[in-house]
């Protein structure tokens, strides 16, 4: 399986993004997919994650102004990104984790939130 992801980019506080994730393969049969960030020494951390069944979750710093979504005719996932802050500014993976476990990871696409 292979993740394209895109989107990232420079913006400034309050603006928005849109990241997409393209998948190789048919988005249903993973169990779940979801993006995820990091910054330089630190964990990668979950952003949100959608589940084969539409179930949606967001990490708390991002409730409310992200939103994680799919088309499963385009076999993507996007996460839209409403009113940016500079802590939002990261590196940001896809991933996607199949019914027998096996985790998937796409490229990382930069986003900057300038001040």
């Known amino acids: 399986v292979q993740l394209q992801a895109s989107g990232g980019g420079l913006v400034q506080t309050g603006g928005s993004l849109r990241l997409s994730c393209a998948a190789s393969?048919?988005?249903?049969?993973?169990?779940?997919m979801g993006w995820y960030r990091q910054t330089p020494g630190k964990q990668r951390e979950l952003v949100a994650y959608?589940?084969?069944?539409?179930?949606?979750g967001y990490a708390d710093p991002v409730k409310g102004r992200f939103t994680i979504s799919r088309d499963g005719a385009r076999n993507t996932v996007y996460l839209q990104m409403n009113s940016l802050k500079p802590e939002d500014t990261a590196v940001y993976y896809c991933?996607?984790?199949?019914?027998?476990?096996?985790?998937?990871w796409g490229q990382g696409t930069q986003v900057t939130v300038s001040s």
């Open positions: 991933n996607a984790q199949s019914a027998s476990g096996v985790t998937s």
């Open positions: 393969g048919s988005m249903f049969s993973f169990n779940l």
């Open positions: 959608i589940t084969s069944r539409g179930s949606i």
